[in-house]
């Protein structure tokens, strides 16, 4: 099996990126779209910033921009290109088996796969992450299409931006967006996908429901568990015939709207690839703390049952969970604060279960407050996709479940939208909206990276408002995606949401799954200790690892008419029989049926022997058909006899037999004496 980590990704927007190896298949573990590279570009035109010429005196002017600090003339005032996984343009999509789809933000790069001439490869995704991910997409095309009638098409397919004159001069923390930490990146941008080729790309996924077994080829049986990180996430089993996995992206053990993790559905396989990199975040956030946790000592532990149900039980605390509850709550009696000193809000995160919340705890609030003010959702997928957070029970939480029996909405949001407390619609520049239009507000709407959608608009409305408030997620380079909107009078309030496991809890969750090997993100090596041990492979970017196989053996199933047939002889210490059928690859099991082979299988010689023939046995078979003979003893180096010899046919016909002890030739010049010479071996030595 060889395993290489295309990208550890960059948190809940990029999640990371893997290319597997396994019994002969090659298998895409995710295909995100780095969208923080948004912020390279300016989501409004400039008139006085159009490209120039090459000149000496353009030069030495973008030379001098180099010396002084960022401001929004250095980002590049043309329609977008979107980064890919720096090193997936490298592979030859056509020679891709498989591709495993994790979470919506990790398909958001599959079109261009897709769209590739002779891609074939299966797609596997659940069906509520095809969904959701289908209107991100088909949202990323919509805002897209509104930059694009700003800036218009490029005036060739290779931008004037991606020339390296241009490259060199930009400054620091731009080049770095543009070419990656190592200049490893540029040939990771891409232009946007089109509409159709999303369409085409949702023609040519396989949907899977939760532990529902998909078989590809009749080798790997592949199955999604609950992940807990949001609607429809998934981490993912595969198993093959020398190899059993489990696949771990980003989890949380409990969740306030989505499945819980089901970390009980990944038990049982030999190999954890465990490539949850929020607990790197989280091991730099704790460069103080010298407490480590060692994921070896995981491996080492007894069956005892208690033990496990104790640790199952301690993983699903809901800690976790009334944390994020917390930090919601804060979110929205700041957002009252802001109304209420006649400032709007401007919320423009996109993660589906923040919304949410969002949604219940503010209108809560403002219901229980004297503020009455407006709350509007604006997006081109906001009323399909609220819909669908509707009619999708099976991919919720527990407590979300047990509404629907009470005869309660899943969410909250479809009482309130009916009530018209929060008004739903698709553009900024809506009839609707502007009818309806209502300030204070609080206004949901994508996107999170500043540089497209309705938020563009909004902020230029609201960046001089000292009394609104911008609420933004961590990990978004506040400094250049506010650099269009300088100068910032707005208030700005940065929140962290828990994107994956936290790392205490990685050693108890080894610990219950119980596997035989590791493959562990060498980054994490600093906070967490890991013996030399041969169970854990520590694997780092763009690093092929080879890990041996785990089996050394491979079962058959037999059918019963086989099996009554079997005619057992020992062979030294071991047993083995022969058996003529036909052999099948069936969901990851070998299977032989009976086939079309002659009725009397006793007429047919054998296809193994082991042993060398005793030469006067040979001589008496030999003689019983008519061929006489006689042994002549050979004598090696130190005169005593071997145990090789030549037997000398005379007649019928002259021919010479050399018995050695790891073979015996026969030497004739005709084809039936040979013939019968071999059948005699037959009867001597023993076969199958």
Known sequence: MKFTCLRKGGGFHFPACHMLNVSGFRILLDCPLDLSSLAFFSPVPVAHEAHKSLDTD?????????????????????????????SLHLWDASFIDVVLISSPMGMLGLPYLTRTKDFSAKIYVTEATARIGQLLMEDLVSMHMEFRQFYGPEDSCFPQWLRWEELEVLQYEMKKIALGKDCEELGAWMPLYSADDVKDCMRKVQTLKYAEEACYNGTLIIKAFSSGLEI?????????????????????FVSTHAAD???????????????????????ENMENDNTYFDPVASLNFSDDVNNLEEMSASLLKDDESTEEMEKLAFICTCALDSVRGGGSVLIP?????????????????????????????????????????????????????????????????????????????????????????????????????????????????????????????????????????????????????????????????????????????KDLRCKIQISEANTIFLYSESETLRIPSSKNSTEIEIATDLASKFHWKTLKQETITRLEGELFMDYGKHRLLSGSHPADS????????????????????????????TIKKVRDDTESESAAGVVEIHEPKKAVIHVGETGTVIISADENLASHIVKAIDIVLDGI
Not at 240 to 250: M, S, W
Not at 262 to 281: E, K, M, P, Q
Not at 606 to 625: A, N, Q, R, Y
Request: proline share 7%.
């Open 58 to 86: 353009s030069v030495i002017r973008k030379k001098q921009k180099m010396e002084k600090a960022l401001d929004a003339n250095d980002l590049v005032h043309a329609e977008p290109w979107y980064k890919t996984v720096k």
């Open 232 to 252: 429809g996430t998934c981490n993912w089993t595969i198993n093959g015939p020398k190899r059993n996995i489990a696949y771990i992206t980003n989890s949380i």
């Open 261 to 283: 993790f089901d970390f009980v559905g990944l038990r049982g396989n030999d190999l954890i690839i465990y490539s949850d990199f929020f607990s790197l975040g989280a091991a």
């Open 349 to 521: 995160i996109d993660r589906l279960g923040i919304i949410l919340g969002l949604l219940e705890q503010m209108s809560v609030l403002l219901e229980s407050s004297s503020a009455k003010v407006p709350m509007y959702i604006i997006s081109s997928v906001a009323e399909e996709l609220l819909a669908f957070t509707n009619i999708i029970p099976e991919w919720l939480c527990k407590q979300r479940q047990e509404k629907l029996f009470s005869g309660e909405p899943l969410f909250e949001h479809a009482k309130l939208i009916k009530e018209r407390n929060i008004h739903v619609f698709p553009a900024v520049h809506s009839p609707e909206l502007l009818t309806n239009w209502q300030e204070p507000c609080i206004i949901f709407s994508p996107h999170w990276s500043l540089r497209l959608g309705p938020v563009v608009h909004l902020l230029r409305h609201w960046c001089s408002d000292p009394n609104s408030l911008l609420v933004l997620e961590s990990g978004v380079d506040a400094d250049i995606a506010l650099l269009p909107f300088k100068p910032m009078a707005m208030k700005v309030l940065q929140c962290s949401f828990l994107s994956g496991m936290r790392l205490q809890k990685v050693q108890p969750l080894l610990k219950t799954l119980q596997p035989k090997l590791v493959l562990f993100p």
């Open 602 to 629: 006793k007429q047919q010689r054998p296809f193994v022997h082991w042993g060398s023939p005793d030469s006067k046995g040979l001589l008496t078979e030999l003689s019983k058909i008519g061929i006489n003979g």
